[in-house]
T-cell receptor, first 116, second 116 residues
Framework: GAGVSQSPSNKVTEKGKDVELRCDPI?????LYWYRQSLGQGLEFLIY????????KSGLPSDRFSAERTGGSVSTLTIQRTQQEDSAVYLC??????????????FGPGTRLTVT | GNSVTQMEGPVTLSEEAFLTINCTYT??????LFWYVQYPGEGLQLLLK?????DKGSNKGFEATYRKETTSFHLEKGSVQVSDSAVYFC???????????????FGQGTILTVHP
């Protein structure tokens, strides 16, 4: 079956511009996570959705970052006024049930964001 | 808070050598522990997991045992192959409940290169 998909796969943007990153989770998965993978910081959690609500936004690095999820499916991560330190690979993952600790998370291929 | 520490890499081995990648963790409660692998050009995928003390996770010849007394989850393989070349991430998921349930905390990753 279809896995987690993300778009675009690569995004180059100028400093100060806004970007939107999209994640399509596996159908029926209620939990959705965003992570960021960068050279300096490794893999960091950004935000967790259960259905359409985001009970854990603790990893968002600043108020320039926001995310939403609609219809319990697609999620969009928006970065406003991008900075060079936002350059990273943004990963989305989904999990079949309510974020249970032992449940496997299925990762998408990521969006590589480069801010020039 | 939760944290995961992996042995520093990169690790370079000859085919059929024995592999150990050390992983230790700090967490409240009783976390679930995971090893994820990222093959070149591919997304993160689950390699194995263990959900309680003394559990042994295994897959593709890899294994790791959840050691609560030493807070460790070392990855081992008796005979590595060239196809095992990848980046390996140790991770934990908190079992403390609440809004962080299921969020993964990752180690910094270990690059493994296996030569013929």
């Amino acid at each position: 079956g279809a896995g987690v998909s993300q778009s675009p796969s690569n995004k180059v943007t100028e400093k100060g511009k806004d970007v939107e990153l999209r994640c399509d989770p596996i159908s029926g998965h209620t939990a959705l996570y965003w992570y960021r993978q960068s050279l300096g910081q490794g893999l960091e959690f950004l935000i967790y959705f259960q259905g359409n609500s985001a009970p854990d936004k603790s990893g968002l690095p600043s108020d320039r970052f926001s995310a939403e999820r609609t219809g319990g499916s697609v999620s969009t991560l928006t970065i406003q006024r991008t900075q060079q330190e936002d350059s990273a690979v943004y990963l989305c993952a989904s999990s079949p049930t309510g974020g249970g600790g032992a449940n496997e998370q299925y990762f998408g291929p990521g969006t590589r964001l480069t801010v020039t | 808070g939760n944290s995961v520490t992996q042995m520093e890499g990169p690790v370079t081995l000859s085919e059929e050598a024995f592999l150990t990648i050390n992983c230790t963790y700090t967490a409240t409660g009783y976390p679930s522990l995971f090893w994820y692998v990222q093959y070149p050009g591919e997304g993160l995928q689950l390699l194995l997991k263990a959900t309680k003390a003394d559990d042994k996770g295994s897959n593709k010849g890899f294994e790791a045992t959840y050691r609560k007394e030493t807070t460790s989850f070392h990855l081992e393989k008796g005979s590595v192959q060239v196809s095992d070349s990848a980046v390996y991430f140790c991770a934990l998921s908190s079992s403390a409940g609440g809004t962080s349930y299921g969020k993964l905390t990752f180690g910094q990753g270990t690059i493994l290169t296996v030569h013929p």
